[in-house]
């Protein structure tokens, strides 16, 4: 039967129906705030949002996007090489490109399509691309459209990923590599001085996915590869817009001129429609407000640093350092359900998240902190994790 391969995703949906949890699409109703919501009729703190610097409620942003759909209408109703390019749009790249420092940029209706339209298009038959084992699943959707040989290297490790390029002789020249720059599932950040020393001593192009990274790290906001000092190495940067800059939408920039030539090859680029030029006017607005308020990326990291402390005192597991993303990593698949549903009782939402999404067999409890949280705010998202810990459905030394 063709849903055969569906039955242990049924399975798992009755598993949840028949406990009456509900932690996939759960509905949000009224939002309150950037961090405050009505999820599943319950006034909730929104602990698992990617809305890093809160500016999907920044009253800038909400008028640019509310003058834009005055001047613009709803829609475009058609792809950039059709109707759909609007002087926005092409505003939008200026900025974009100025803001990374390199003359070439491409806006794209999703973040998921500009990674993927990107991997897909840049290597071809008789490329390699060598990839991070833990890649979003849009890297590794546009890797496999590409045609080009497919290897992985373990998940930031830059020696085994150089023992790859060696073997490769004279093909690494023609490799694309690829990493992210904070990584979605557990938050840790790639080694990226060490993978771009790689690139220089084997040769090959960097492409580097900023989404959870841009708005977060490096001096003026432009992600990992700025906080490690390696722009220079990187040959093309994706990002999104739906995650700091509090939209949705993503990008490519790059230095190469080629980038305006490969623009007219990207099938997720060329067959869909643009984004809405409201949404577009408020992401300029938004990266207009990363560059002039940096205090909002001091205020993220303040409040990371609350929330991945209070974790850590509390013996769980989470990870190396602390992050904007902060997950607590669980074994037990029945136990982290129960863990999610009682964190929504105690009026905190957070990320379930189980494999393949999350990179190992184990299972996520997984919180991403914004600049908008208060301090009280987190200290109730802690608190509600002592309150797991206390009412023994979490045992720290057993989680993971
Ligand atoms: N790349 C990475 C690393 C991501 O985590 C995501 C989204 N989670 C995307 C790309 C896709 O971005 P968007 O959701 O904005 O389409």
């Not at 006034?43 to 008028?63: F, M, Q, W």
């Not at 339209?117 to 038959?125: N, S, V």
């Not at 300029?284 to 929330?307: G, Q, V």
Request: glycine content about 8%; aromatic content about 8%; charged content about 20%.
């Amino acid at each position: 039967m063709l849903f055969d391969k569906f039955q242990s995703m049924a399975d798992f949906q009755a598993e949840l129906r028949d406990r009456g949890v509900a932690p996939f699409g759960a509905v949000t109703e009224e939002l309150l705030s950037a961090t405050e919501g009505v999820v599943q009729g319950k006034r909730v703190i929104l602990a698992g949002t990617n809305n890093y610097l809160g500016l999907s409620s920044d009253p800038r942003c909400i008028k640019a996007a509310k003058d834009a759909v005055e001047r613009w209408g709803t829609g475009t109703t058609g792809s950039r090489l059709a109707n759909g390019s609007f002087v926005e749009h092409q505003a939008l790249e200026d900025d974009i490109a100025e803001f990374y420092g390199v003359e070439n940029a491409i806006v794209f209706t999703t973040g998921y399509s500009a990674t993927m339209g990107m991997c897909a298009t840049l290597a071809g038959p008789g490329d390699v691309i060598l990839l991070d084992a833990d890649s979003h699943a849009s890297i590794y959707s546009g890797v496999k459209q590409s045609g080009a040989e497919v290897i992985r290297f373990k998940h930031s490790n830059p020696e085994d990923l150089a023992k790859r390029m060696r073997r490769l002789g004279d093909r690494a020249k023609q490799t694309l590599i690829i990493a992210e720059g904070i990584y979605s599932m557990l938050g840790d950040v790639a080694p990226l001085r060490d993978i771009a020393a790689v690139k220089r001593e084997y040769g090959g192009y960097l492409f580097v996915d900023e989404a959870h990274s841009m708005g977060a790290l490096g001096e003026t906001g432009r992600g990992a590869a700025q906080a490690a000092g390696i722009e220079e190495d990187v040959d093309f940067f994706v990002g999104t817009f739906s995650k700091s800059l509090g939209a949705i939408g993503g990008f490519c920039v790059s230095r190469h001129p080629e980038l305006q030539t490969i623009r007219y090859c990207i099938s997720a680029y060329i067959f869909t429609a643009s984004s809405a030029p409201s949404i577009i006017a408020s992401t300029r607005e938004a990266l207009r407000i990363i560059r002039t308020e940096p205090e909002l990326r001091d205020k993220l990291w303040h409040n990371a640093n609350l929330l991945y402390d209070g974790l850590q005192a509390l013996g769980l597991p989470v990870g190396p350092t602390a992050s904007p993303v902060v997950a607590v990593e669980m074994e037990d698949r029945s136990a982290t359900i129960e863990c999610w549903q009682a964190l929504m009782d105690a009026g905190v939402y957070v990320n379930l998240v189980v494999p393949p999404a999350s990179p190992s067999t184990n299972f996520l409890l997984r919180n991403s902190v914004s600049a908008a949280h208060t301090s009280a705010q987190i200290k109730h998202i802690v608190k509600a994790y002592a309150s797991l810990i206390s009412t023994g459905l979490v045992n720290p030394t057993k989680t993971a």
